[in-house]
């Protein structure tokens, strides 16, 4: 799990309430936004996946906190032309038939499709593996998937990193995020480096 503990450990201790969160998962019950969770300061959450954590499951069905779930592809998309200024962008209408949405069609020939509005918060708290100074970022791996687009759809962006290196030291083809969409950048601590569900396989 890639979460800015450092940050979300800020938050739990200023003790904000009635928070909206985009993620895309919720954590477990006692890490990442699990421990906005227990704190009830979340009120709403925006996210693709939550089968984790139970006490949020619990949260929900109490009407204690609102949920918005979304596909993958789609928070990214939202996230996407938030950042690009794009009000609305459409994804297929077979990823969920069910779905209320507005329904367009580019022409006469065209698959149907849903809008979607786009997403952009008031701060963004993103985790890289490097930065420099300059707020310069390098993601690992699947790091990738959500942040670029996060640090690029909110008004204020604070970027957490496992390292902090000197000016010049990450290799410009290499850098995910440069550092135009960065507000503020630390290097974070103690990091647990859990991991959501362990899986083996037998000899």
């Not at 149907?112 to 993601?139: P, Q, V």
Request: proline content about 4%.
């Amino acid at each position: 799990m890639r979460h800015p503990e450092n940050l979300i450990a800020a938050v739990r201790r200023k003790g904000t309430k009635s928070l909206t969160i985009v993620s895309n998962n919720a954590g477990v019950d006692d890490f990442g936004i699990g421990v906005l969770l227990q704190q009830r300061q979340v009120k709403k959450m925006i996210s693709t996946y939550v089968g984790e954590n139970k006490l949020f499951e619990q949260l929900v069905l109490s009407g204690e906190l609102q949920v918005e779930l979304n596909p993958q592809g789609t928070l990214s998309e939202r996230l996407r032309a938030g950042g690009a200024g794009i009000p609305r962008s459409t994804r297929p209408q077979a990823t969920a038939p069910w779905s209320p949405k507005e329904r367009r069609r580019a022409n006469s020939t065209a698959a149907s499709t849903f809008m979607e509005r786009c997403i952009r918060g008031d701060f963004a708290f993103i985790k890289a593996w490097k930065g420099d100074r300059w707020g310069n970022l390098i993601y690992r791996k699947t790091a990738r998937n959500f942040n670029p687009m996060m640090a690029t759809a909110a008004d204020y962006v604070i970027a957490e990193v496992e390292e902090l290196v000197e000016l010049g030291k990450l290799d410009p083809n290499q850098v995910h995020t440069p550092g135009i969409f960065i507000d503020a950048i630390f290097q974070g601590q103690n990091y647990a480096k859990r991991i959501e569900r362990r899986t083996t396989r037998k000899a």
